[in-house]
């Protein structure tokens, strides 16, 4: 088996498509199109293999979790620090780069709450990519 979607509720699903497009890259499915009706609409990033289903409702955003936390994406190196700078310089909170070790990580929220994180496991190419 794999992930097929995670589902997120937000207030505005129009505005939502329009930021996961902008931040990143989740792009609407044409062939899920007639879902959107009644139901998600559904997003993707790369060709299907990542989907995120958008519902109309409350988000959860930082209030304590009952279920899922966090929506967590990887990136390569230079996709993330190009990232985590973006964010930054929009004037958006973001916590990060964060080391772990082996891993970096970023975590921010989309405008609803919802907890969200780019990670990348080029470990050692973060630091001499990051800025001066």
Known sequence: MTTDHLELFVPDRTKAVAWYREWL???P???HASWAKTGPVM??????QTMLALFTGIPL????????????L?????E????CQRFRDSGQKIEGPVD???????YFTDPWGN????????YAEVPRLLPA
């Open 61 to 72: 955003g930082t209030e304590k979790p009952h279920g899922w936390r966090r929506l967590a």
């Open 29 to 31: 499915m044409p062939e």
């Open 80 to 83: 993330f620090v190009a990232f």
């Open 115 to 122: 907890l969200l994180e780019v990670t990348t496991y080029d």
């Open 25 to 27: 890259g989740f792009e």
């Open 74 to 78: 990887r990136a390569p190196a230079d």
């Open 43 to 48: 997003l993707t990033c790369d060709r299907g």
């Open 100 to 106: 772990h070790e082996k891993a970096w990580s970023a």
